[in-house]
């Protein structure tokens, strides 16, 4: 029997919660370390680490360097990993200096660095698993290697909502604005939703359920190792080809707070700052 553990950083736990949700792996794989479910102090030797969370601080750093150094292979689960994720927001210089400001009076706590980071900013990593939380079936695909699982290219593919031709919006609505109208694409309705670009694989819940895609799940293998400005551009083309709506409102909208904590990390694929990631390592 196949041996993983999970070793969770600076997170929320979502991804273990989804694991969690799926059942396929008990009879195959045997769980020796989950802190949200095993107390254990070290990861043990195993076959498989998943590691969840962002490198935050300098102990998520040591606790990452010392497990990678008992398993076979490294699989970076969630956006958090990723791209450093919820972590991630910790880059802003308000909240550092907020958070640095009352430092002594939390002696206990780990030190802070001085950004969020990847975890392949550190290790190398073997395979990736973007979503905020992958869905359980996704992680059945990447545990099990499932050599007949196909995502589909774009969350837009899976989503099966109808895209009409005489429904142009002329301006964006909020995310909780107005009536969502079943069966009818959410860019057709005047939503943000960056489906057309966000990898498939998902099943496409949110825009199923009425809610526009975020783009959890990183770029679409068209996007990967490309710089962000052809993701923007595309996002630009789609809602010029369905709506009437102004490309400066797109564009502003598409750099709000709002959809940063996920849409920052279809930069992260190009390679700026590493090497690229490589498509064939992205479930």
Request: glycine share 8%.
């Amino acid at each position: 029997m196949k041996t993983f553990a999970v070793l969770q950083l600076s997170g929320c736990a979502g991804c273990e919660v989804s694991l969690l949700n799926a059942d396929a792996w008990i009879d195959e794989y045997k769980l020796l370390y989950m802190p949200l479910v095993i107390s254990a102090y070290n990861v043990p030797d195993v076959d498989i680490l998943l590691v969840s969370g962002g490198v935050r601080t300098d102990e998520d750093l040591y606790n990452l360097r010392r497990a990678v150094k008992n398993t076979k292979q490294v699989i970076a689960v969630g956006t958090c990993a990723i791209s450093g994720g919820i972590a991630n927001l910790g880059n802003r210089d308000e909240v550092r200096k907020l958070f640095l400001a009352h430092q002594v009076e939390r002696p206990h706590v780990p030190r802070l660095l001085p950004r969020s980071h990847p975890i392949d900013t550190f290790v190398e990593v073997d395979r990736y698993l973007p979503g905020c939380p992958p869905t359980p079936d996704l992680f059945m695909a990447i545990l099990f290697d499932k050599p007949d699982f196909k995502p589909a290219r774009t969350v837009c593919q899976e989503c099966g909502r109808k895209k009409l031709k005489d429904m142009r919006p002329k301006h964006l609505l909020g995310f909780q604005s107005g009536e969502v109208l079943p069966d009818i694409c959410l860019i057709n309705q005047g939503y943000l939703c960056i489906g057309s670009s966000t990898r498939g694989g998902c099943g496409a819940p949110c825009t199923r359920a009425g809610h526009p895609c975020v783009g959890c799940r990183g770029p679409s293998n068209a996007f990967i190792e490309k710089e962000s400005s052809a993701w923007f551009d595309s996002i630009q083309r789609v809602f010029a080809s369905m709506t009437d709506i102004p490309p400066e409102e797109i564009e502003a909208a598409l750099r709000s707070p709002q959809l940063a904590l996920f849409l920052f990390q279809f930069s992260d694929y190009a390679g700026t700052d590493r090497p690229p990631r490589q498509k064939e390592k992205v479930l």
